[in-house]
């Protein structure tokens, strides 16, 4: 059982500092709100004055911050973590920064001669405290196995995604791609109300397709991802039905604003002399439209 300094007791890092009392480690908490501190002293936490004093004979320094500037402060500002940490211990920061800051932060601890990683987490407080958070652990594999004992406290499952910064770019990805699709999803849930359909209808039929279920898994695999760009449903349909739907959207006075975009990344895959390819042929077409070399002709 380790010895570790939790800095930052917020709706995801109290039950993660939590779960990790529960495992039978010892923390010293610290927070600027001495509520969120009191309450994890109630539960066996020491309370820490400062993050520099958090840090003070810990094997491991977790931070759990709103952004990257609040955890720039709390390792390097006045009273802060590096002021104390044994250049034995690993710093692990679990806020979602962005990768930038995290790779000048690795830099410098590393440049200090201090050990850290980053492992930013998926899911939600709900999943913090039943301890099922998916971490998305940025580290040396050494690093790596030396934080799963904890990280075994506060998630369900690790991914090791490939090295220090890469975690936090995985993370990133993730929520753009999760919060993209929320507003994705409110548009189809606003043009199935306006149109007078029952929502159940519409999600059990949307939850059944790649509407609900995404593409990773479902229409990639074995077509754009595998080289194959025959088509099982073309582009130019895709483009069709796509278009009848912002038009029906546009006669009960929905805005579209993500599947307006979205049509017109179709319209250039077209444009482009893949109309009749696999609708998965938006990727690839996005792929060498970015520069990146071109996989399938
Ligand atoms: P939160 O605002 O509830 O908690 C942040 C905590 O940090 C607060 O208790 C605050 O008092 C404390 N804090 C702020 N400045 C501080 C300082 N200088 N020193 C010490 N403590 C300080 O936020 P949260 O929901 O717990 O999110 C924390 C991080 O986790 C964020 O980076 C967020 O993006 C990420 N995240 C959140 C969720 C979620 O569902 N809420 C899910 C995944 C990741």
Known sequence: MSTIGFIGLGQMGSPMALNLIKGGHTLKVFDINEEAVQHLVAQGAAAASSPADAAIDSEFVVTMLPNGTLVKNVIFGENGVASTLDKNALLIDMSTIHPLE????????????????????????????????????????EQIERAQPLFDCMGSETVDCGGVGKGIRVKIINNYMSIALNALSA????????????????????????AGKGHFTTTWPGKVLAGDLSPVFMVDLAHKDLGIALDLANQVNVPMPCGAASRELYSMTRAAGRGRQDWTAVLEHLRVTSGLEPKIQ
């Open 102 to 141: 995290t790779d000048s932060l690795a830099k410098e601890m590393t440049a200090k001669g201090f050990s850290m990683m980053e492992a930013p987490v998926g899911r939600t407080s709900e999943h913090a405290v039943k301890g099922e958070l998916l971490i998305m652990a940025g580290g040396t594999k």
């Open 187 to 210: 548009e189809a849930a606003t043009l199935t109300e306006a149109i007078g359909l029952e929502w159940e209808t519409a999600m059990k039929v949307m939850s059944g397709t790649p």
